[in-house]
Structures are given as C-alpha cells and as structure tokens.
C-alpha cells in the first residue's frame, strides 16, 4: 500500500513501480534509515509531538526490525519504493496506528538527506582506514629500501638518481593528502539535514539540535530548503575518491611497467597476478590493470552525479533519487582497489641489483658533472653544453660516464681532475643533495622521522 495513495485515484501500473523504486539500491541504507527514525522517534516522545509511550513502542519494534534485517528475515519489494517507505510499512504491520506517527514533522526528502549523510559518514570512516593501511604499507617498504638505489624519471626518461624510498615517500604523501581530503569532505558532510522538512521546515515544536546530538551530527544546517535540494557533499565525496583512484592509477601504470622485463624492477607475486590462456610464459599485471580502469568508472560517477545535479530548481526533485548509486559505486570501487593494492605492494618482490644496474648506465650522473664545473667557476649553461657533449660521446662509446678516462674528460674541460670520479659516482649522486625535501639518504631519513611523529 503506497503512503502517500490518498491524493490518488489509480494504481500505479507494475512497469511504473519499477521505474519509480529505489528500494533495489537503497536498501543498503537500512541501518542507517532506522537509526534516524530511532533518533526522530525519540525527539517526538520527548517534545510531547507523541506521548512517550508511542515513542517508546516505536523505537523497540525499529530495534527489532533492524534484528530482524541483519539476520535477512526480511526482504522488501518494489511496491514499497524506497528504504524508508518499506520500513515504515513493516513497522505500521506489526503496532498498527502508532507506527504511522512516527513519519509527524518529518518529510522523506529530509529522512533520505540525513540517511544519505550517515551512509556517506561510515564509508568515509571505511576509506580512511583502508588508506591508514597503504600509508603504514608505503612507509614501511621506505624504511626497507632506504638504500635501494633507482632511477628517477622525468617524461620516463631515466632522469636523476634516487632511492626507492624516496619514490615510495611520493606516493605517501599523494595519499596522506587524500586522507586529509576526504577528512575535509566529512566535515562538510556530518551536518544535520533532519528536521527541515520537504522544504519549508514544520508546524511542529522540534528540537534539531537534540537531533544533531543522538546523531553525532557536528551541526544543523540552517536552512531547510539547502537541506533537502543539495547533493555537494556527494559530489565532493566523488571527487575526493577519483583523485584518490587517479594516485592509484599512477603507482599501477608504474608497478606494470616496472614488471616487465624490459624495466625489470620488481615482480608481483603470483597472487596478484594471472597468466594467458594462450602464451604460458606470460605472467600479467591484472590487478593493477584492473584498478587503472576501474578509474574509469569512479570518474564517470562523479560526471553522473555532477549532471544530475546540473538545472535543479530547489527545492528537492526525484532526479535526486539518482544520487546514491554512483557513490555506491564509486565507494565500493575504491576500496577494493585500495584494498587489493596495498596487499599486492606488500607482497611484490623488488630486485635490487636491476635497478642499481639502470641507475648507473642512464647517464644520471650528467647533472651532478654539470654540478662539478659550476664548482670549478664555469658557468652553468657552459658546463650543461660540455657534458651534454660528453654524454654524446659516451653514448655512442657505449660506456657509462665514470667509465670515460681522464684522458677522456679533459678532452672535453681542462677543469676535470680525479675527484670528478668520486662527484659523479651515483651513490655520492644521491648523498650530495642538500635541499630539504630531496633524495639524500638523510633527507629521506628525516622524512620517515617526520612520519614516524605524525
């Protein structure tokens, strides 16, 4: 039986049912549907809108349908459209006339807004936790290989020397901002919607704030009809999880080059990795692969709700109704991206010598040889031209720079002497920088502390 059937002289036909129904997808709201009527059913009995009593049976049988769902007893249909027209019709089945007046000062657009809120509030403590897992992850593998010598890319170019941990370190902090964001975006998510009302507020002698207290809501936000029309804390949410899945994407499109033999860095264990039905040599990538295109998806929930969104009048309009599934689905995404990744990255073996061996012959070095003519009063861009020259040569010798004689330098710049060996040697490479921030094994060391104090 439809709640709202009075104003109506015909039955909805079954096809119009199922267009209408959300109760497929936001049945996953149940609990948090419950809690707040639980929370509204209480503000009732205590501002005298109901008597105690009522407020109290009501309150009990909420408590046990949420048993009763928990242990899937009870399944909904579409006739019911919505979460909280299935409950509110479980409830009036099993106490009659008192189940009807929990719905008093209350309008599905301001029950759905708080419910939407509470859902977005637990999935956010979801992501924050699974991120605390990749940062400990990340930090840990730093720890590991602060003197696993790599190259670092620019345009992926090998570009200048740095250590593993310091590459790790980039992506905790790409992470840690994350976690700030999505911190941000909670903020703005856990204010109190209930208690507006379809739009205009309610006749009835509420306490909001009493609201906002049983709900652990941080405020009320103040105008009813902002309350029930707006979506931006959704779609925030959406754009905190692709920024998020963007940084997975990276680190991904990295771990699947650097497993092929033709990087030869690291090699992901079989767990996390499948063969072909065809080649049995090959051992592939998948799940990073597949997290790299499930991006796709999380970006495209953010472009859905962002148009959805576009051109509503206020207050609330049944394209709203379009709003849960892209966060379900952006959510549940995530998480199990960051979930599957941080157990892959925990468990990949990294080969040392392989990328020592790639640091040594890319030529790295060539900005530190610039670095040493500066020191012997050449200027800059002289000394960027004589070892982009000597690069050239030794390119073309098929040698590395600290193979080149000194016979070999000084061929090139009478400024050369022997020391220049020890100047370019791509450890003291990644000793001698001295700016904060850099890939010195200090600097690295002090970043890790830095973490350790977090």
Known sequence: MKLWKGRFSKE?????????ASIPFDQRMYEEDITGSIAH???????????????????KTLKEILADLDAGKIDFTVENEDIHMGIETILTERIG???KKLHTARSRNDQVAVDFRLVL???????????????????????????????????????????????????????????????????????????????AGTTYNTDRQFLADELGFDSILPNGMDAVADRDFAIEFLSCCS????????????????????????????????????????????????????????????????????GLPLAYNKDLQEDKEPVFDAVDTLK?????????????????????????????????????????????????????????????????????????FKSFSDAFDEDIYEAIDIVNCIKGKKSEGSTSFESVKKQLSQLASE
């Open 336 to 408: 199990a991206s960051l979930g599957i990744f941080t157990e892959m990255i925990s468990t990949m073996k990294v080969k040392e010598e392989t990328m020592a061996k790639a640091a040594k012959y890319g030529y790295m070095n060539a900005t530190d040889a610039a670095d040493y003519l500066v020191g012997k009063g050449i200027p800059f861009r002289d000394c960027h031209e004589i070892i982009g020259n000597m690069v050239l040569y030794a390119i073309n010798k098929g040698v590395a720079l600290d193979d080149l004689t000194m016979e070999e």
């Open 12 to 20: 909805a036909t079954s096809s119009s049912n199922e267009f209408n």
């Open 121 to 199: 509030r637990k999935e956010t403590a979801e992501v924050d936790e699974k991120l605390a897992e990749l940062l400990k992850t990340l930090k840990e593998l730093a720890e590991k290989h602060q003197e696993t010598v790599m190259p670092g890319y620019t345009h992926l170019q090998r570009a200048q020397p740095v250590t593993l941990a310091y590459h790790m370190l980039a992506y905790y902090q790409m992470f840690a901002r994350d976690k700030e964001r999505f911190a941000d975006c909670q903020k703005r998510t856990n204010r109190l919607p209930l208690g507006s009302g379809a739009l």
């Open 97 to 99: 006339q008192t189940g």
């Open 41 to 59: 059913a209480k503000m009732l009995g205590k501002q005298g809108i109901i008597s105690e009593e009522e407020s109290e049976l009501i309150i």
């Open 243 to 310: 920024i998020c899945i963007m940084h997975l994407t990276r680190f991904c499109e990295e771990l699947i080059n650097w497993s092929s033999v033709e990087f030869g860095f690291i090699e992901i264990d079989d767990a996390y990795s499948t063969g072909s039905s065809i080649m049995p040599q090959k051992k592939n990538p998948d799940m990073a692969e597949l997290i790299r295109g499930k991006s796709g998806r999380v970006y495209g929930d953010l472009m859905a709700l962002l148009t959805v969104c576009k």
